[in-house]
């Protein structure tokens, strides 16, 4: 037995071959300055890009983290929806689109309603996930904001929404769009109750959110350069003839304009809604 062919070269091969055990989500990768970021500095600043200052997308459970912290809040179930009511089919089924994306995001559908303590008081949140389907409007998130809606009722609770949507869902068709008044009278539920209702504009707020509950919060926040607007901007351009601003439908331009109160960096999120909550609840004397 020859001790270096059989025992020495196999221990060098296996040591040269060997894969480096790296994590494949060290480094992350801004979408606006194309900077690297190390992925753990990026989660403690809440995914905004500290080279150019770009606010990432967030998913719901990122979010609710953003608003209560870790594991502070609790979600309500969403009551369920007929899955395919026109059974619509393009490309793809509508039916099985919804099990995909249900199976990507570990959601039934674009919207989670949640409750917890932001500063001294309850608070319900109604969020989006952009990732399922664009965040679009179908049934299920017009119930899941009239589930929001009730739930601050019943609790008297301040009631915050943050949309990050696309739009009316076009499988659903006139279906998706009868939610814009679905959602309008959830609102003035809250509102008939003497409840605050705010709005968290994030990226993208655009369509028939962006033309129903999106614009009625007594209170409009957003986020730094959210993009913000009903049609698109190309479609406006080509309609009117003219060069649209090149922040035009950016938050900034909004608050300009008066659509917005305030734009809130993330990491100051928490701090202004605990603040602007307890104003507005504050007792009267």
């Not at 992925?39 to 200052?53: A, E, I, P």
């Not at 009511?85 to 039934?108: A, I, V």
């Not at 500063?119 to 179908?138: C, E, L, Q, Y």
């Not at 406006?236 to 909004?254: C, D, M, S, V, W």
Request: aromatic share 8%; hydrophobic share 40%; glycine share 8%.
């Amino acid at each position: 037995m020859n001790w270096l062919t059989e025992f020495v070269r196999p221990k060098i091969r296996a040591f040269v071959g060997a894969k480096k055990s790296v994590p494949d989500n060290l480094w992350d990768k801004c979408s606006k300055c194309d900077q690297m970021i190390f992925h753990r500095d990026y989660v403690k600043n809440m995914y905004v890009c500290h080279h150019c200052g770009n606010h990432k997308r967030l998913n719901v459970s990122q979010r609710l983290e953003v608003l209560y912290g870790k594991g502070a809040y609790e979600e309500e179930p969403l009551e369920k929806v007929i899955k395919d009511p026109l059974k619509f089919k393009d490309s793809k089924k509508y039916e099985d689109r919804l099990k995909d994306y249900r199976k990507k995001t570990n959601r039934d559908d674009a919207i989670a309603v949640a409750h917890g303590m932001i500063g001294k008081h309850r608070v319900v949140t109604a969020i989006f996930d952009f990732n399922f389907m664009g965040g679009s409007m179908g049934m299920a998130v017009g119930k899941g904001i009239v589930k929001a809606a009730r739930v601050a009722k019943n609790m008297k609770a301040p009631l915050i929404i943050v949309p990050a949507s696309g739009g009316a869902r076009m499988q659903e068709g006139i279906l998706s769009l009868m939610q814009m008044p679905v959602s309008i009278a959830a609102i003035n539920m809250v509102k008939e109750a003497g409840l605050p209702y705010i709005n968290l504009l994030t990226d993208p707020t655009t369509g028939g959110v962006a033309a129903s509950f999106a614009m009625l919060g007594d209170i409009t926040v957003a986020e730094p350069e959210a993009l913000i607007g009903f049609a698109g901007r190309r479609v406006i351009e080509e309609t009117h003839g003219e060069k649209l601003p090149e922040n035009f439908q950016r938050a900034e331009y909004l608050l300009e304009k008066g659509m917005v109160d305030m734009i809130v960096e993330r990491k100051d999120l928490r701090e202004k809604l605990a603040c602007l909550i307890d104003l507005i609840m504050r007792p009267k004397k």
